[in-house]
T-cell receptor, first 115, second 112 residues
Framework: ELKVEQNPLFLSMQEGKNYTIYCNYS?????LYWYRQDPGKSLESLFV?????AVKQEGRLMASLDTKARLSTLHITAAVHDLSATYFC???????????????FGTGTRLKVLA | SAVISQKPSRDICQRGTSLTIQCQVD?????MFWYRQQPGQSLTLIAT?????????ESGFVIDKFPISRPNLTFSTLTVSNMSPEDSSIYLC?????????FGQGTRLTVV
């Protein structure tokens, strides 16, 4: 069974601190996606990681992908309250074999940044 | 990127009734999907909406309960049939571009 697990599920951190969210997946996928969801809102695309070793940064967030380890990380630098949201990673393993884009989402990490 | 309009944004329905959710994309896309997100949970794929043919359903979801149509490349509907309180959830439409998927704002359904 395909699993996409995120760690931690809940994260409460102080402003100004650094932290990393981990996303492990159990099958081959050459792409990985990170999304942000604010309460009551839809999903906002943050990063698209297209290959092994890919690293992308936007503001205080940096994402990386290791396809051999089946691991992606989302690193938060000097957190601010506006980053409070739920973060999801997603893979599309079916694309590797059949060309379809069928996302499987991770469990989600609910981040709360305390002032 | 694609802009996805989904309606209704929310509804409260009586058990035993049906609700149809509409999804309109502002550009032609290859793939459209429907997801369910229960409160505080991740997204679960219901089905792939195929243009002009029957949708492809994931394990645990059936056509009689969640009929889906996609008459053209930019429009799809999901019907939640014979609703029960367990169907209370957020339903999200998704469309896939070349590199990533985009999501509608979701339909928050409450069944009473």
């Amino acid at each position: 069974e395909l699993k996409v697990e995120q760690n931690p599920l809940f994260l409460s951190m102080q402003e100004g601190k650094n932290y990393t969210i981990y996303c492990n997946y159990s099958t081959t996928s050459d792409r990985l996606y990170w999304y942000r969801q604010d309460p009551g809102k839809s999903l906002e695309s943050l990063f698209v990681l297209l290959s092994n070793g890919a690293v992308k940064q936007e503001g205080r967030l940096m994402a990386s992908l290791d396809t051999k380890a089946r691991l992606s990380t989302l690193h938060i630098t000097a957190a601010v309250h506006d980053l409070s949201a739920t973060y999801f990673c997603a893979v599309d393993p079916a694309r590797t074999t059949s060309g379809t884009y069928k996302y499987i989402f991770g469990t989600g990490t609910r981040l709360k940044v305390l002032a | 990127s694609a802009v996805i309009s989904q309606k209704p944004s929310r509804d409260i329905c009586q058990r035993g009734t049906s609700l149809t959710i509409q999804c309109q994309v502002d550009s032609q896309v290859t793939m459209m999907f429907w997801y369910r997100q229960q409160p505080g949970q991740s997204l679960t794929l219901i089905a792939t909406a195929n243009q002009g043919s029957e949708a492809t359903y994931e394990s645990g979801f059936v056509i009689d309960k969640f009929p889906i149509s996609r008459p053209n490349l930019t429009f799809s509907t999901l019907t939640v049939s014979n609703m029960s309180p367990e169907d209370s959830s957020i339903y999200l439409c998704s469309a896939t571009g070349y590199t990533e998927a985009f999501f509608g704002q979701g339909t928050r359904l409450t069944v009473v």
